[in-house]
């Protein structure tokens, strides 16, 4: 089992910066793979973000050229740097990961709250 904690979420104006974190703990034997993923109020969770252990990642094309993500592997994290904020950008972001124990499983962390204002 893989626990998720995240942090950094806030209001913050249009054009701003923020930087969440989610670090991972528990019993696995390796992440494969760490993202972010985002809801807004009446719509579906969608990707922002991923990486691979070995550093292939993957943009929603929403965000490209604003976040960034990058992952610290020998501190389980992942950090997800946003700048120029939008109003659009308003949701509740998750963490998640791949990771490997007997099987293959997928966790989310709780979510952390992110408000654009305008």
């Known amino acids: 089992q893989v626990q998720l904690v995240e942090s950094g979420g806030g209001l913050v104006q249009a054009g701003g910066s923020l930087r969440l974190s989610c670090a991972a703990s528990g019993s696995f034997f390796s992440i494969d793979s760490m993202g972010w993923y985002r809801q807004a109020p009446g719509k579906q969770r969608e990707l922002v973000a991923a990486i691979t252990s070995g550093g292939s990642i993957n943009y929603a094309d929403s965000v490209k050229g604003r976040f960034t993500i990058s992952r610290d592997n020998a501190k389980n994290t992942v950090y997800l740097q946003m700048n120029s904020l939008k109003p659009e950008d308003t949701a509740v972001y998750y963490c998640?990961?791949?990771?490997?124990?007997?099987?293959?499983?997928?966790?989310w962390g709780q979510g952390t709250q992110v408000t654009v204002s305008s």
């Open positions: 998640n990961a791949v990771y490997r124990t007997y099987t293959l499983s997928v966790g």
